[in-house]
Each structure stands twice: as C-alpha cells, then as structure tokens.
T-cell receptor, first 115, second 114 residues
Framework: AQKVTQAQTEISVVEKEDVTLDCVYE???????LFWYKQPPSGELVFLIR??????QNEISGRYSWNFQKSTSSFNFTITASQVVDSAVYFC????????????FGKGTRLHILP | DGGITQSPKYLFRKEGQNVTLSCEQN?????MYWYRQDPGQGLRLIYY???????QKGDIAEGYSVSREKKESFPLTVTSAQKNPTAFYLC?????????????FGPGTRLTVL
C-alpha cells in the first residue's frame, strides 16, 4: 500500500539557518514518482520537484536541495540559508506507476522561519 | 494566463443545504481532481476525472458529487449527507498521464457550514 510519512509536524528555525524536512514513503511498486509541494499562507499548492524511482541523483535548485535514497525510502528536502518567505506548509507526495490515477500526500510539515 | 480558478474563496452555508464549488481550468489538462484539506490531515482525495464524462471516487467520496461535462470544468457539490463539510477544498489538474505528472492547483475554497 502507498504511504507517505512526514514525521515533523512543525519546525521553527531562525532566518539564515539550514533546515531539512523529512519524508519517508512506502510502496510495493518498483516504478513510482515522488513530489514536493509548497503551500504558502495563500493556500494554493505550488509544485517544487518530481523524482521518478529510477533517478536517485540528488537535485539542487538555488537554495533548495533534495536527497533521494531508495535504500531508506526517503526523499528529504533541505532549504539552505532559509528566508522568511520560505515559511509555509510543505507536502511530500507519492504516486505509483500502476496506480496512475491518484497521488498520496503526507500530512505536511509547517515551517516557520523566524526573522 | 493559464491556470485554475476556484470560486468563491470563502463560502458560508447553513447546515442541511447543498453547495456547489466551482473549478475551471484553461490549461487544456485532461485530468482534474478534488481534494479536501483539514488541519493536520494533509490532502485527501474526494473525486477525480481523467476524461470528460467520466469520474471516479477517491478516498472520501461519501457526501460529495461531481460532474465533468466539459474538459475545462469540474464542479464539486457538497451535499447535506456530508457529515462534516467545513474544510478547505482544493481543485487540481494535470496533463494526460495522470498522477505521475505534477499537479497544478487552484487557490482553494474555504467552506464553513454554520
């Protein structure tokens, strides 16, 4: 069965600190897709990244980086030199190739960046 | 600009009334989705549609209904059978290929039932 666990419900860090958001997933499929979305206070989810199960390369986009490790079923997200604008709820999500109809979201991590 | 429109942003209804939430997209996406978000619960799938005139129940479809008469539109009706309808509702769409692709979200409708 599909499952996404974001164990950190809420995190607070001071601006300019680095912060890592954890995501652990469960799936029986060998082909699957992992996502991260950001939900700012306005409410609209914004897509950040998609990874397929065959691509374990870590990715960096500006201050954002993602660490995908199949051995531990984790897809963690790190923000370097955090800024107040990074304050949001972040969701990790999973879809399976043989269940092309739905995506399962974690419960989200609320991130507070303190000035 | 292409995107997804949900209206209204805030909606208030009396208990026992049906209410319809609108979702329109001009992205030419085939698949559309409705999610419900409650505090601390993440997003839960209500209904989805991968093609016009076809839709499937998600994980929490009871008390809700949808239609997909046009590619651009996927309205959600919250019926009086829904026991706890107060929530934030998000509509999303994606290219053909379904959930393997990134989803584009609307701004959401916050429904409060009094």
């Amino acid at each position: 069965a599909q499952k996404v666990t974001q164990a950190q419900t809420e995190i607070s860090v001071v601006e300019k600190e680095d912060v890592t958001l954890d995501c652990v997933y469960e799936t029986r499929d060998t082909t699957y897709y992992l996502f991260w979305y950001k939900q700012p206070p306005s409410g609209e989810l914004v897509f950040l990244i998609r990874r397929n199960s065959f691509d374990e390369q870590n990715e960096i986009s500006g201050r954002y980086s993602w660490n995908f490790q199949k051995s531990t079923s984790s897809f963690n997200f790190t923000i370097t030199a955090s800024q107040v604008v990074d304050s949001a709820v972040y969701f990790c999500a999973l879809s399976e190739a043989n269940r092309d109809d739905k995506i399962i979201f974690g419960k989200g991590t609320r991130l507070h960046i303190l000035p | 600009d292409g995107g997804i429109t949900q209206s209204p942003k805030y909606l208030f209804r009396k208990e026992g009334q049906n209410v319809t939430l609108s979702c329109e997209q001009n992205l030419n996406h085939d698949a559309m989705y409705w999610y419900r978000q409650d505090p601390g619960q993440g997003l839960r799938l209500i209904y989805y549609s991968q093609i016009v005139n076809d839709f499937q129940k998600g994980d929490i479809a009871e008390g809700y209904s949808v239609s997909r008469e046009k590619k651009e539109s996927f309205p959600l009706t919250v019926t009086s059978a829904q026991k706890n309808p107060t929530a934030f509702y998000l509509c999303a769409s994606t290219h053909s290929g379904g959930a393997r692709n990134e989803q584009f979200f609307g701004p959401g409708t916050r429904l409060t039932v009094l």
